[in-house]
């Protein structure tokens, strides 16, 4: 029986989603449910190399042992929402999957394989990359393959390109060097066979461009065919009809010796290397002009250009600060970054690359995210294009002294330029928005918003990133540490002058919290999301966890207000998901923890939780403490909603103790008859200290063997003084037996939290 189709609303579009138990791939059982999973939660790594691309996709309804469908054409039934692209010389009606909905309706459809084009419809005979697509002989030539990756990378390197990498989750690798539009597919593709003549000549006589296989004898194919117009390649993280659900992953270069097919990555097991980051996170920074046409783009007049530098040069002393010194590149392009900036005053800095140099502003109050907002931009002066890539201290007492971190990177296109009057589309990796910006008086500029960036988060807020547990802390120095806080994990909302709290179930729970609330401005920004937790401190500044509890069951404004005074509560901010209309979750951890202590700089009531290097010794600290545990994370990892990984994992600190059994609860269920939970005690110069029970760490036999051992004891009445539950059911004892419990830490009642069995003590 099929199961009923469900509807449901992505991004504010309806779907009709249907047979979503049916099992596309056999061998792994991944159904069709997990495939829509999958694109809907990882859209926004899809998307980039999607949006505005003519798309081939390949259907498997019955899944993959079914057949297959080819789809160019978009088909008859296609939402009328979804928009579709002809291109001159075809008569196919192309889909673009242009956003996240059009994701979920293509998994829907199990299009398991995205195909598409090197070019995006805006400019289609300019393809914006070029693929190498390496293919092994055989199975077994798989380090062959490897090895020819490595060669190609280096010898494009010298040639100026940016070569990334992925697992094609066939056979073989891809590499895709990202180039400016600004050649045709036919030019591309004649610089590149001339490219890899040489490239086959002087570094792999055992390569060859003969697709014929006759001709090819037991050469491998270095295969440039993709890069024909109209051609296309599976997209980075498309799914593979293949047996296994393979994926085809980007990954970083320097993971390809641990790679061992192609296959590697799969559904199953992606989420592991999601953790690792993005391997191809400046992919749209990193176009470079086609090498042997470089003549042909526009070169930059030199002596005009350094001129424009010396503004730069003068306020700097390049002995002390370690920015980019004033070089012109000999090319032209259209590249822009805007970094934030902790300078005297907290701004951001907007620069465009252009004519050699990068047209600079800096803007105190971030770029406006709404239409009728406009912000001010001061004009600062003309800085070297390597700025582009800058991110560091700059020293305290040099100029503009302090820390800068990259937001936003990519390319960018005029929509009008004229003196003092720009218009412009910028178009980042995972941002688009088009600004107007113009002068008002002397370095004075105003900027407003032509279109707006897009941020679900805020329509659908995610369920807060989650951690692996484990046992000992990684060693590796990709992680670094911090204190894992108990209390309450919540959101923080800032929009404008007003600041939510928002509950992990979602609930807004901002009226608990009123001196909270009053601590906007400790956030210097005007919007954003945070992730954090709310402890209430003890005098040691140990969270106590049943304080904030009891915080969340205050109502009553009065009684709120009292509890704010005696229960003082902090928040702890260890992430952010969205920072003045930036979306930060795929960033890298470590940057995502500079702009924090950037943007919360106060430490009163919010505090970032500070990250430590060490983890070894934070443990030893926070176990001293009688503290949780703490949290090690991968310093490359983005902010994965609702997910466990390794880009985060929580170690706790668990400590053993002896207690004295003074009674049990009787089992239910499968326990029936025998123990259901032991009650604990320390006995302290004749007063019994109640521990509380504990009711795992048995095994079948130990239970019995337990209850034997406890049948001979007398039975007494109710020794201690707290309330427990299930006293009908609960038998106390004069025992004198002694036992090992292992517990994570102790509840301000005194009782132990998550006790384990460990058998009795001799
Ligand atoms: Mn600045």
Redesign the pocket.
């Known amino acids: 029986m099929p199961s009923k189709p469900i509807f449901t609303e992505i991004d504010g579009r309806r779907l009709k989603l249907t047979n979503l138990d049916k099992i596309l791939y056999p061998s792994v059982g991944v159904l069709k449910a997990e495939v829509i999973n999958f694109y809907l939660e990882n859209a926004a790594l899809f998307l980039p190399y999607l949006k505005d691309r003519p798309l081939t996709v390949i259907r498997w309804p019955d899944g993959i042992e079914g057949k297959k469908f080819y789809s160019k054409n978009k088909p008859k039934w296609t939402p009328k929402w979804i928009p579709s692209v002809q291109i001159p010389g075809e008569d196919n009606n192309y889909l673009l999957a242009n956003e996240r909905a059009i994701l979920g309706w293509l998994g829907n459809l199990a299009a398991l394989e995205l195909h598409p084009m090197g070019s995006t419809s805006q400019q289609i005979d300019h393809p914006d990359h070029l693929i190498f697509d390496l293919d092994p002989l055989t199975s077994n030539e798989f380090p062959v393959i490897k090895e020819l990756a490595f060669l190609l990378k280096e010898y494009l390197e010298k040639l100026g390109y940016v070569p990334f990498l992925k697992t094609s989750g066939s056979k073989g690798l891809h590499i895709y060097i990202p180039i400016e539009p600004k050649w045709t597919f036919k030019e591309a593709i004649e610089s590149l066979k001339k490219l890899c003549q040489n490239f086959i000549q002087s570094k792999a006589p055992h390569c060859t461009l003969a697709v014929h296989k006759g001709k090819r004898k037991d050469k491998i194919l270095l295969d440039i065919y993709r890069n024909y117009r109209g051609n296309t390649c599976v997209a980075p993280y498309s799914l593979r009809g293949k047996a296994g659900a393979p994926i085809s992953t980007p990954i970083f270069w320097d993971q390809l010796a641990e790679v061992n097919s192609s296959g590697q990555f799969t559904l199953r097991n992606i989420k592991v290397q999601l953790a690792k980051g993005d391997p191809w996170e400046n992919f749209k920074n990193s176009a470079r002009p086609i090498h042997d046409y470089a003549d042909r783009s526009k070169i930059v007049s030199t002596s005009a250009s350094l001129e424009k530098l010396d503004q730069y040069n003068a306020k700097r002393d390049f002995t002390k600060t370690k920015e980019p010194t004033a070089e012109i590149p000999n090319e032209a392009q259209q590249r822009f970054v805007i ?1 934030l ?1 902790d ?1 005297s005053n907290l ?1 951001y ?1 907007l620069r465009l690359e252009s004519e050699g140099t990068l047209l600079s502003w ?1 803007i105190p109050k971030a770029l406006p995210t709404k239409k009728d907002k406009a912000r001010l931009a001061i004009r ?1 002066e003309d800085h070297p294009v390597k700025y582009l890539d800058f991110e560091g201290i700059i020293p305290k007492e040099e100029y ?1 002294g302090g820390e800068m971190w990259i937001i936003e990177r990519g390319r960018y296109e005029w929509i009008e330029k004229k003196e003092g009057k720009l218009k412009f589309k910028l178009n980042g990796d995972k941002f688009e928005c088009s600004y107007n910006l113009f002068k008002t008086k002397n370095n004075q500029w105003l900027c407003k918003v032509l279109s707006a960036p897009v941020l679900s988060v805020y329509a659908n807020l995610p369920q807060p990133m989650l951690a692996n547990a484990r046992k000992t802390i990684p060693k590796a120095t990709h992680y670094h540490h911090e204190i894992k806080w108990d209390g309450i994990r919540v959101f923080i909302i800032i929009e404008e002058e007003d600041l939510k709290i928002i509950s992990r179930s979602g609930r807004d729970i901002t009226k608990h919290f009123p001196k909270l609330r009053a601590a906007r401005e400790e956030f210097e920004i005007e919007e954003g999301v945070f992730d954090g937790e709310i402890v209430v401190l003890d005098e040691s500044g140990k969270p106590l966890f049943s304080e904030v509890i009891s915080r969340m069951h205050t109502t009553g404004e009065n009684t709120i207000a009292r509890a704010s005074i005696s229960k003082r509560a902090t928040c702890y901010i260890f992430d952010c998901l969205v920072v003045d209309g930036h979306q930060m979750m795929y960033r890298p951890q470590e940057r995502r923890y500079g702009i924090l202590r950037a943007v919360i700089p106060k430490m009163k009531y919010f505090r970032v939780s500070e990250v430590f290097e060490d983890g070894e010794a934070l443990f030893k600290g926070i176990q001293e403490a009688g503290m949780e545990g703490i949290m090690s994370k991968d310093k490359k990892a983005p902010y994965f909603p609702g997910k466990r990984s390794d880009g985060w994992l929580k170690i706790k600190v668990r400590s053993e103790i002896v207690a004295t059994v003074i009674g049990y609860t009787k089992g239910q269920g499968a326990r029936s008859g025998m123990i259901g939970a032991l009650h604990l005690a320390q006995i302290k110069e004749e007063k019994i200290v109640y521990l509380g029970k504990v009711g795992t760490g048995f095994d079948h036999s130990t239970l019995q063997a337990i209850m034997e051992k406890l049948k001979s004891i007398a039975v007494i009445s109710k020794p201690i003084k707290e309330d427990i539950e299930e006293a009908s059911r609960t038998v106390w004892l004069d025992s004198k037996f002694k036992c090992n419990i292992e517990y994570a830490s102790l509840a301000s009642t005194g009782t132990l939290r998550e006790p384990v069995w460990k058998g009795w003590a001799d």
């Open positions: 970094q900036h300078a701004h800095d800096a600062t503009g």
